[in-house]
């Protein structure tokens, strides 16, 4: 398995700002993923953070919205731009190790727009 | 793409009885079905998964069948205990580290 932790645990936000929310492994993994869940819902992928090149985006994300960084095989950034309050969700990041399909997430990071 | 449904949305059991939760899924390629459950405020944590090769997996009081023809599988909980109480996920992939598709959930709920 793998360890995860994210950055930060939960904030409230003003609309049109932005928030850059960290995932750590504490391992090398080769796939990272960042999920959102809205209140009460499901999972949704928004992206694969692709270490070296651009992240690749699911139908109805964009990178403009949603800045991805993975600078490394252990860290990836998920930044939450020009915010309004239907971005309130529950962000996570999961992350995919080399020799299973097995998926493991971080803790999330609870946003709250205003 | 995958399209993934999960039933009932809500299921309330008295403790020490058993709860089923089934997946449906509508690509006949995917052969990875993982579970998560997902306690408030927590991230979702695997509790059992199967691949295609094989039919059922059992862990302790947790299993899951899997039935590829009819393209369902589904989660047995049993002697539930009041810590069983969360919201369970199933998923569906190709392998591979491809995309999950999740389901909507099940809230669970053990009484004691």
């Known amino acids: 398995s793998a360890v995860i932790s994210q950055k930060p645990s939960r904030d409230i936000c003003q609309r049109g700002t932005s928030l850059t929310i960290q995932c750590q492994v504490d391992?090398?993994?080769?796939?990272m993923f960042w999920y959102r869940q809205q209140p009460g819902q499901s999972l949704t992928l928004i992206a694969t953070?692709?270490?070296?090149?651009?992240?690749?985006?699911e139908s109805g994300f964009v990178i403009d919205k949603f800045p991805i960084s993975r600078p490394n095989l252990t860290f990836s950034t998920l930044t939450v731009s020009n915010m309004s309050p239907e971005d309130s969700s529950i962000y996570l990041c999961?992350?995919?190790?080399?020799?299973?399909?097995?998926?493991?997430f971080g803790p999330g990071t609870r946003l709250t727009v205003l | 793409g995958e399209n993934v449904e999960q039933h009932p949305s809500t299921l309330s059991v008295q403790e020490g009885d058993s709860a089923v939760i089934k997946c449906t899924y509508s690509d006949s390629a995917s052969n990875y079905f993982p579970w998560y459950k997902q306690e408030l405020g927590k991230g979702p944590q695997l509790i059992i998964d199967i691949r295609s090769n094989v039919g059922e997996k059992k862990d302790q009081r947790i299993a899951v069948t899997l039935n590829k023809t009819a393209k369902h599988f589904s989660l047995h909980i049993t002697e539930t205990q009041p810590e069983d109480s969360a919201v369970y996920f199933c998923?569906?992939?190709?392998?591979?580290?491809?995309?999950?598709?999740f389901g909507k959930g099940n809230q669970v709920v053990v009484i004691p």
């Open positions: 953070a692709n270490q070296g090149s651009e992240a690749t985006y």
């Open positions: 391992s090398q993994v080769t796939m």
């Open positions: 999961s992350v995919g190790l080399d020799s299973t399909d097995t998926q493991y």
């Open positions: 998923a569906a992939s190709r392998g591979g580290n491809n995309r999950l598709a």
